[in-house]
């Protein structure tokens, strides 16, 4: 028993990191279709943007681990925010009403941010201060910290305030406006590229939070690190129905879960088999995902 | 008619340009040093090539080789197999004569292939995975000992020193993890009332291990043995002391290397290593470590020391040999009779593996690797 909540609360800790990325996934395929490749390396961007900030707190002799957290985490995401903005300018906005050129630019965009990430800062792995320690809330013999918590009571509250900002907020009103139409949307006095911009924002923003919260829980990042977890965070976007914002953070738990019980009970190596394998029937079964709505209900 | 003419010019023209850029007898002796310089070793890489350069270096300083410079030609084989293959291409290609160097067991292997059929020695200064001697080519040698000694010896060391019985191993499911990892359950298979209770592999490249680590924790273990790479290393040994598995961790010889203890924290303190000596464990390599702190302002890394002794090998042949002659070296390599290197004495056997390897295990220390036993 002790050993099955363990897993649980395991899958469930991968499972946030996956759902804060697929957020971002989600948001911008609800709005404007397109599958931001380098949305996995926005994550990493964000990551080593908090690791500087990190370095550069301590060359100024601020020393309060929450202080510097809180700073690390505002000035990432703030930037990585507007890095997301840019590239929105930059690599596909030109490029909106060409289907298939927009998904080699984000390609493109994404072995830049990769590369780029390799260039200024280094080859091989970087290392995060070890701020935070093991302290947790005691609970049945499983482990846990509060930084666990952190991670996954900050994955619900950002869904949720999310959610209510798509559909209690005028810019929300103008985002779900935008997704069912946009030419449509534009005759209402809309400002199409700056509502897309903001989702850009949003969706980066959120991914940079769980590149620093990375850096902190795993202690450990790299240029590549986007890949495969962008990769993970896709599917899971996927498997909760894409578009939909509780279908994302729905997709990324359950993911997170069932890669922790095949590694658990069956084999690690087979782990993503096995939870892919899952995956596969579950579209099979309902091809939209899980909460997955018809196209004139996303988001 | 006249097109012909034409194009019979441009052949002996052709021909002209390529011959004496084929055969070149003067100019420098070029050796190559395939090594991983992007991904999560390319630190390992730099370490190998500066050693390299260093070797070539004091060589030059004496007049060189056969009266001509040496010179190292590297390129990144990202620890991966297709890019192995590509970068051997190149080396070749750049006209090396000897090719000493590489990381991964998983881009060595496929690479020698390549050395082999342009008739390349190749010495590795780090591939331990059995296969790459095993393949019964005669042009490819190693300094480094073979998996299949490191995974006898860990055996032993988790049973005599540890008095461990019930055994866990992770492997990653590259050729180096998993031939080593399989080398050693294979030892301890052979031991009475020792059980291997997990063998397992974790995917590279990912950062959450908890679940295989916490299943581990459910076998209760008296030993772990880990022999994967270290950026993974660091992490397995993050989660393992986080989620409170019982028993000792140990972990293999890529695991050497002060990013695992830097990434694992405090934490890291009582893990064991396998590895061979690290260079200042080892007498023969004090004047080898002085120079090589001057001359790159660090220290040098696990395998810096291997690298200068193949590239060492490989000028002690050649002058063996009289000749910078691709097969002149291959045969003058398997001569090689007690060269003295900084990792100690160097002599081939037949299959071109290293006779005589010393391994000793270290337990990290604060922030550092102690040598504990032999």
Redesign the interface.
């Known amino acids: 028993m002790e050993?099955a909540l363990?897993?649980l609360v395991?899958?469930l800790?991968?499972g946030a990191f996956y759902a804060l990325i697929a957020l971002g996934y989600t948001m911008v395929y609800g709005i404007i279709r397109l599958i931001n490749f380098a949305h996995g390396d926005i994550y990493a961007v964000g990551a080593f943007l908090g690791l500087s900030m990190y370095g550069l707190l301590a060359l100024l002799h601020v020393q309060n681990a929450i202080l510097t957290t809180l700073l690390a985490l505002i000035v990432s995401m703030g930037c990585t925010g507007l890095l997301g903005m840019l590239l929105f300018r930059v690599a596909y906005r030109p490029l909106l009403h060409a289907r298939l050129s927009i998904l080699i630019s984000a390609i493109g965009a994404s072995l830049t941010l990769e590369y780029g990430l390799?260039l200024i800062y280094?080859?091989?792995?970087l290392?995060y201060p070890?701020l935070f320690g093991?302290d947790g809330p005691a609970f049945a013999g499983v482990?846990i910290?509060w930084l666990q918590v952190l991670i996954f009571v900050s994955s619900i509250v950002l869904m949720a305030a999310l959610y209510t900002m798509v559909h209690r907020t005028k810019t929300g009103m103008a985002m779900r406006a935008l997704a069912i139409n946009q030419d449509a949307a534009r005759l209402m006095g809309i400002n199409v590229n700056r509502v897309i911009g903001l989702t850009f924002f949003m969706g980066s923003a959120l991914a940079s939070f769980a590149g620093v919260l990375?850096g902190l829980y795993?202690?450990?990042i790299?240029f590549?690190?986007g890949?495969?977890?962008g990769l993970k965070a896709f599917t899971a976007a996927v498997l909760g129905g894409i578009g939909n914002i509780p279908g994302a953070v729905l997709g990324g738990f359950l993911l997170g879960i069932m890669?922790?019980?095949?590694?658990?009970?069956y084999?690690?190596?087979w782990?993503?088999v096995v939870a892919f394998g899952i995956l596969i029937v579950i579209l099979v079964v309902r091809p939209r995902g899980l909460l997955g709505e018809r196209v004139v209900e996303r988001m | 008619m006249r097109n012909r003419f034409v194009i019979g010019l441009l052949l002996v023209f052709l021909v002209s340009v390529m011959v004496p850029g084929a055969g070149a007898q003067t100019g420098t002796i070029k050796i190559g040093v395939p090594v991983p310089?992007?991904?999560?070793?390319?630190?390992m890489g730099t370490d190998i090539v500066q050693a390299a350069t260093m070797a070539a270096d004091e060589q030059n300083a004496k007049g060189g080789v056969l009266g001509r410079k040496l010179e190292i030609v590297s390129f990144d084989d990202a620890c991966d197999a297709q890019q192995a293959v590509t970068a051997a291409h190149k080396l070749v290609d750049a006209g090396v004569v000897a090719v000493a160097g590489g990381y991964c067991s998983s881009a060595a292997i496929p690479a020698s292939a390549v050395y082999h059929d342009s008739g390349v020695a190749f010495v590795a200064d780090a591939s331990s995975n059995p296969k790459l001697t095993d393949q019964g080519f005669e042009n490819v040698f190693r300094v480094i000992g073979r998996d299949d000694q490191q995974g006898p010896y860990a055996a032993n060391f988790m049973t005599k020193n540890l008095h461990a019985k019930k055994i866990a191993i992770i492997h990653d499911?590259t050729l180096y993890a998993k031939g080593l990892a399989t080398a050693t359950q294979d030892a301890l298979k052979k031991m009475m009332g020792v059980q291997v209770v997990f063998f397992?592999?974790?995917?590279p490249?990912?950062?959450?291990?908890?679940?295989?680590l916490?299943?581990v924790?459910?076998l209760k273990p008296d030993v772990t043995y880990f022999t994967g790479y270290y950026?993974e290393g660091?992490?397995v040994c993050?989660q393992f002391k986080?989620?409170?598995v019982s028993g000792k961790l140990m972990a293999g010889d890529a695991n050497n290397d002060p990013?695992f203890i830097?990434?694992c924290?405090?934490a890291s303190t009582g893990v064991y290593i396998t590895s061979t000596p690290l260079p200042q464990d080892q007498a023969t390599a004090k004047a080898f470590i002085t120079r090589y702190t001057a001359r790159w302002k660090q220290d040098p890394g696990p395998y810096s020391a291997l690298e200068y002794d193949s590239v060492g090998v490989v000028i002690n042949a050649m002058q063996r040999a009289k000749s910078a002659d691709r097969a002149a070296i291959i045969k003058a390599l398997h001569q090689t009779n007690a060269y003295s290197g900084a990792t100690g004495k160097i002599t081939f056997d037949q299959k071109g593996d290293r006779k005589q390897v010393l391994y000793i295990t270290y337990i990290i220390k604060g922030d550092k690797f102690v040598p504990t036993g032999m």
């Not at chain 1, 280094?122 to 792995?125: G, Q």
Request: glycine share 10%.
């Open positions: 050993i363990q897993q395991n899958g800790t991968v390799l280094s080859p091989s792995f290392v070890h093991r482990s910290s990375t795993y202690s450990q790299s590549l690190m890949f495969l977890i890669e922790s019980l095949a590694a658990g009970y084999s690690s190596r782990k993503d | 310089l992007s991904g999560g070793n390319a630190k499911n397992d592999a974790i995917t490249g990912e950062k959450d291990f908890s679940a295989a916490t299943k924790k459910s950026p660091g992490l993050k986080d989620l409170g990013t830097k990434e924290g405090a």
